[in-house]
């Protein structure tokens, strides 16, 4: 969308165009990873479906929701730059407003930052709260990721899947990096890690032991670009399927 000229996103809406809204984070991805890895693989996702669904993607939202040590790796790290829960709502929730002012009726909002999850949520629902008798509909993605098939999980995991709040910077993440942006990944530097401790409740100030030294929270060697391309071969089509269940073009206004 960034690309385009006022001209060109206006005759876009006439013909039914939606817009697709990336949100990641500014946020330490291990040694290995770039601090942009959420928001590129949210930005890689929209525009690997755009097309087929009639939809531009808009510049992302880049900064996030505070890093929380047992999901991110936590603040301690040089490089995470992050924004509190209400400055992120707003941004969201303005951004969206725009489009809405603008004309669009099909809105996707897609998270990649675990700790976004629930703010994205309320900042979709706010932003639609004074429009609720217009036709616009915003499809809200959590996260980019449905359901893993079993072959899947048993091939890029070895079993089971260790889920999306440990799976920071390791093996999920590194793969798909290695096959959508390997230029930007030094995988010789990475390395498996895990917190001292790892308990099901959080403490603030942050104890040491939650934190990982470095960064990575689990397994990141056992990444690679095969399993990076299968993962995704998985994950847009699913994002894909709901945006044309919710929104199919043939159905705006229904
Ligand atoms: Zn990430």
């Known amino acids: 969308m960034a690309d385009l000229t006022w001209v060109e996103v206006r005759d876009a809406i006439r013909l039914g165009a939606g817009v697709m809204l990336p949100i990641g984070s500014t946020e330490q991805h291990g040694p290995h990873l770039p601090l942009a890895t959420d928001s590129l693989l949210a930005s890689s996702l929209c525009l690997a479906v755009a097309q087929s669904v009639n939809m531009l993607v808009a510049p992302a939202i880049t900064y996030g929701y505070r890093s929380r040590p047992l999901t991110g790796g936590g603040q301690g790290f040089v490089g995470t730059t992050s924004l509190r829960g209400e400055t992120l709502m707003a941004m969201i929730r303005d951004v969206l407003r725009e489009f809405l002012r603008q004309g669009f009726e099909r809105l996707v909002v897609l998270n990649w930052h675990y700790e976004n999850s629930n703010f994205v949520y309320e900042a979709a629902f706010e932003a639609l709260e004074p429009h609720s008798v217009a036709k616009a509909r915003i499809v809200v993605f959590e996260h980019g990721l449905g359901k893993l098939s079993d072959q899947t999980v048993a091939k890029v995991f070895g079993g089971s899947f260790p889920g999306l709040a440990i799976e ?34 959080d403490v603030i100030p942050t104890p040491d032991a939650f934190v990982s030294k470095s960064g990575v929270l689990w397994k990141a060697t056992e990444a690679s670009p095969e399993k990076g391309k299968l993962l995704w071969s998985e994950i847009v089509p699913q994002v894909q399927e709901g945006i044309v269940t919710e929104l199919d073009p043939t159905q705006a206004g229904k």
């Open 168 to 201: 920071h910077a390791a093996t999920y993440e590194t793969s798909l990096m290695l096959h959508l942006h390997p230029e930007l990944v030094h995988f010789e530097r990475a390395v498996d890690d895990q917190s001292a401790r790892r308990p099901w409740y």
